[in-house]
């Protein structure tokens, strides 16, 4: 009777805790997380950051990497010029964009193909560029369209090097910075990509697989099989080589699910801790790529001040969403009493949020909840973190070099604002250097905007709207706003499998990847040719707490002024509803 | 430093075009060089170390009628237990014909109702009437069908998962169930609220994520344990 008794005071105990917990996350909850994660990521800041700067300075070869070059049949100690180097990473990348097309054209050819047949061209056509071009935007279901072989050494090879072509561009502009009257070299593609996959991305992703296979993520070859379930139904037990693809979908910042629901699905992320994991595998690499860049060029604060505008960007993004979704504004919310429409309970609200300000402030796009349900001020802030441009802190490489873009209009700014000359590290900053920076800040927001209006002015746009008013709009300024950022994540009401948005969302993901990327490689071969200056006392100071304010409202503003009107008759015409 | 800059400095389009074929036939064999690597040799890497030692893990978390773990479907326990599902896999216990004597998961977008080739959540926005409607309709029919007053049903009872596929519902809507339960498989309450209770997961770490029920877990519990003690 006494056990008895115990143990129902238990039960209600334990049920009572998990009722208030569950309705009320208190605020130290989420506080708690992010502390745990901030932790992970400090404790490996300096040594990666290190580690990261010697791998794209030392002279040396690996072995296994010398025996790749004999192989590759390149050279990879021939210091390219900006526009060779430039050339190396189109010609790669053409190279793999035929390969992933051919790949998904002729899948009913392939082994371990699962039975699903070829993609159709425009298809076919959008998930080769998606997955070159870093996105991984899923017009398709990966459990019902894409097989075994597909997946592993197609999808999930470019979510190793498109990360590393990424990772490269950003080093190639560090070394213009690092380098003074040169005739605009700025290292060797073939070295920097190959380095990149086999000394940073492949350690750390074998690594990451064997933690997600201990959480309970699955990895075998087997076929999607029916069985019969425990009240008597059928379920198709999974299988697939997933745990090797999810590790580098974050580490790379692609986002790419093998399962359609992406970071949802129990398989891809199956526990809380599994993803805290992940959200730190996807912001490991961008905010330790400031503290190499601190290195390569000597001066570690010039690191500090770049990623205290990255983090306080990424910061603010993470309370917002999370205030947002706790205090469950809209219709809906209110009726269920709490936004849990397409979060997992695992997670609940605070660890949904977290996911969701890292993985649009990354260009990852991986989602752990349905972000077309996330409330209104929620949804509107993971679209506005993604409009800045991805530098809070972005894409694996492509943060980096957008975050140093926008230094570079801080400086010119600022120079304009005391009469100097602007330079920064040592670099003037000319009419023909401010030139590339500013066709680098307006590409992304005109092919946002362009296309957004393109898709609702056409009935072949208007089609695949599921939510009527404002939040339809949302949905497809979220779709271009996703492509061009390179992000990958959706407002998933929106059908965007037909040949309209497969082509024009292809279109917004390409030129939203290699225009700027060329632009960058430009202004790396200006700065690794011009002569670098001393700085003098009129010099202003980069590294100190009020160039990070510059910065940050250099960011802000020129976002701000772009997207505000068209954000105003989305999102926040829905969130004053 | 090697090479010449002078053949590079203002390129014709034509060799511009040269040069970038060339450059995308050496593309190719890096890319099928790192293929190899990336593409075949690391997942099977992967592959080997789970298989040898997380195999459970690996191959889907999967359970047998009888509770215990198996490492493939035709893996069945000694007295014959067919596997009939993964642990971390939620299923339809709300479309069973039986459905009062199981507890139940959250409402699914996936295909019909946990449909593991259609993994999806609905997708409908925060102001979207249809969901408002659906909401107001399942805290209507939940509390009928618990017996429990509307106010009380919490908001996972309510909403669908992200994946379809939840396998959990929170600790408040398992204890609005169990009476239910209770009733229809003739058991005593306290020995039903016993079971929620040791399928109940804490935070992880004490902070990250959420308390949990597992849904399958404490059904096949339920299940075994009334076999036990008939």
Redesign the interface.
């Known amino acids: 009777m006494l056990t008895?008794t115990s143990?129902?005071i238990?039960?209600?105990a334990?049920?009572a805790?998990?009722?208030v917990?569950?309705?009320q996350?208190g605020v130290w909850?989420a506080v708690?997380?992010i502390a745990?994660l901030l932790l992970a990521l400090a404790a490996v800041h300096a040594p990666l950051g290190a580690y990261m700067a010697r791998v794209f300075t030392s002279p040396r070869h690996l072995r296994v990497e010398k025996a790749?070059y004999r192989?590759?049949?390149?050279?990879p100690?021939?210091?390219?010029?900006w526009?060779?180097y430039l050339?190396?990473l189109?010609?790669?990348?053409?190279?793999?964009l035929?390969?992933l097309y051919g790949l998904a054209r002729l899948q009913q050819h392939l082994p371990m193909n699962l039975g699903f047949s070829a993609f159709d061209p425009a298809g076919a056509w959008n998930t080769a560029v998606s997955f070159v071009a870093n996105t991984n935007w899923q017009w398709y279901?990966g459990?019902?369209a894409a097989g075994h072989l597909l997946q592993?050494?197609?999808l999930?090879?470019q979510n190793?090097?498109s990360a590393a072509v990424g990772i490269s561009v950003a080093v190639a502009l560090v070394r213009g910075f690092m380098r003074s009257g040169t005739?605009?070299?700025v290292g060797n593609f073939?070295s920097d990509?190959?380095r990149t996959?086999?000394r940073i991305l492949?350690p750390m992703?074998?690594v990451g697989?064997?933690v997600l296979?201990?959480?309970?993520?699955?990895?075998?070859?087997?076929a999607?099989?029916a069985?019969?379930?425990?009240?008597?139904?059928t379920?198709?037990?999974?299988?697939g080589?997933v745990?090797?693809?999810e590790v580098i979908k974050e580490l790379g910042t692609n986002g790419g699910g093998f399962?359609?629901?992406n970071s949802?699905?129990?398989?891809e992320n199956?526990?809380?801790?599994s993803?805290?994991f992940e959200i730190f595998l996807i912001l490991v690499i961008p905010f330790t790529l400031p503290r190499t860049f601190g290195l390569m060029v000597g001066d570690k604060r010039q690191g500090w001040a770049i990623l205290g505008a990255m983090g306080a960007l990424w910061f603010v993004s993470v309370a917002l969403i999370t205030w947002a979704e706790m205090a469950g504004?809209?219709?809906?919310?209110l009726?269920?009493?709490?936004?849990?429409?397409?979060?997992?309970?695992?997670?609940?609200l605070a660890?949904s949020a977290l996911f969701a300000a890292s993985t649009t402030g990354t260009s990852t796009g991986a989602?752990?909840?349905?972000h077309?349900?996330?409330?209104?001020p929620g949804?509107g802030v993971t679209m506005f973190t993604m409009m800045l441009g991805e530098i809070a802190p972005g894409g694996v490489g492509s943060g980096l070099y957008g975050m140093l873009m926008l230094a570079i209009v801080a400086v010119f700014v600022s120079g304009l604002m005391v009469g100097r000359t602007p330079e920064y590290l040592g670099k003037k900053i000319g009419r023909q250097e401010i030139t590339l920076v500013a066709l680098y800040i307006l590409t992304v927001p005109f092919l946002v905007l362009v296309g957004t209006a393109l898709a609702i002015a056409l009935p072949a746009g208007q089609v695949g709207i599921?939510?009527a008013g404002p939040?339809g709009l949302?949905e497809v300024l979220y779709a271009f706003t996703s492509a061009a950022n390179n992000n990958g994540s959706a407002?998933?009401?929106l059908t965007s499998g037909t040949p309209f948005y497969n082509t024009a969302l292809g279109v917004a993901m390409l030129a939203g990847r290699f225009i700027p990327i060329a632009l960058v490689l430009a202004l790396a071969g200006r700065f690794a040719s011009q002569r670098t200056v001393p700085a003098t006392a009129g010099t202003l100071p980069t590294h100190q707490p009020l160039f990070v304010g510059v910065l940050g409202t250099v960011a802000l503003v020129v976002v701000g002024l772009t997207f505000v009107p068209v954000l105003s008759l989305g999102p926040i015409v829905?969130s004053l509803? | 430093?090697?090479?010449t800059?002078s053949t590079?400095a203002r390129?014709s389009a034509s060799a511009?075009a040269a040069?970038?074929?060339?450059?995308?036939?050496?593309?190719?064999?890096?890319?099928l060089?790192?293929?190899l690597?990336?593409?075949?040799a690391?997942?099977l890497?992967?592959?080997g170390?789970?298989?040898l030692a997380?195999p459970w893990?690996?191959?889907?978390?999967?359970v047998r009628?009888d509770g215990t773990h198996a490492t493939?479907?035709t893996d069945t326990g000694a007295d014959g237990a067919?596997?009939?599902?993964?642990a971390?896999?939620?299923?339809?216990?709300a479309?069973?014909?039986?459905?009062e004597r199981?507890f139940h998961g959250?409402p699914s977008a996936?295909g019909d109702g946990?449909?593991?080739?259609?993994?999806?959540?609905?997708?409908?926005?925060?102001?979207?009437?249809e969901?408002?409607a659906a909401?107001?309709e399942r805290?209507a029919a939940l509390a009928a069908l618990n017996g429990v007053d509307p106010a009380d049903?919490?908001?996972?009872a309510?909403?669908?998962?992200?994946?379809?596929?939840?396998?959990?519902?929170?600790?408040?809507y398992?204890?609005l169930q169990v009476a239910r339960v209770a009733e229809a498989r003739g058991l005593d309450q306290?020995v039903v609220?016993?079971l929620?209770?040791q399928h109940?997961a804490g935070?992880?770490?004490?902070?990250?994520?959420?308390?949990?029920v597992d849904v399958?877990e404490l059904?096949?519990a339920l299940?075994n344990s009334e076999k036990m003690n008939p």
């Not at chain 1, 069985?227 to 139904?233: P, R």
């Not at chain 2, 946990?114 to 009437?129: F, Q, V």
């Not at chain 2, 049903?153 to 996972?156: E, K, N, R, S, Y």
């Open positions: 008895q143990v129902l238990q039960t209600t334990t049920q805790v998990g009722e917990a569950s309705q996350p909850l708690g997380q745990l790749g192989l590759m049949r390149v050279d100690d021939a210091e390219q010029r526009s060779t050339l190396s189109l010609g790669f990348s053409t190279a793999s035929l390969l279901s459990e019902a592993m050494a197609g999930a090879v190793f090097v005739d605009g070299r073939w990509l190959t996959c086999v492949l992703a074998f697989a064997l296979l201990a959480t309970g993520v699955i990895q075998n070859f087997d999607h099989t069985i019969d379930t425990v009240a008597g139904g379920q198709h037990v999974l299988g080589p745990a090797s693809q399962f359609n629901a949802a699905h129990p398989l199956p526990s809380p801790f993803n805290l504004p809209g219709a809906a919310p009726a269920a009493g709490g936004a849990m429409e397409g979060k997992e309970t695992r997670f609940g660890a989602v752990n909840a349905m077309d349900s996330l409330t209104a949804g599921q939510e939040h949302s407002f998933g009401g829905e509803s | 430093m090697p090479g800059s590079l390129p511009g040069s970038l074929f060339r450059q995308t036939l050496a593309g190719l064999r890096v890319l060089v790192l293929t690597l990336l593409g075949v690391y997942p890497a992967v592959w170390v789970g298989q997380l893990q690996a191959n889907g978390s999967l009628s493939s479907i067919p596997v009939v599902g993964s971390l896999i939620g299923q339809d216990f479309a069973a014909d039986d459905a199981w959250r996936a946990y449909d593991t080739l259609a993994s999806a959540g609905t997708n409908l926005g925060p102001l979207n009437p969901l408002v909401i107001d805290r049903l919490p908001a996972d309510l909403t669908a998962s992200a994946s379809g596929l939840d396998p959990h519902v929170s600790p408040a398992a204890a306290a609220a016993d929620v209770a109940t935070r992880d770490l004490g902070v990250l994520g959420e308390p949990r399958l059904n096949l299940e």
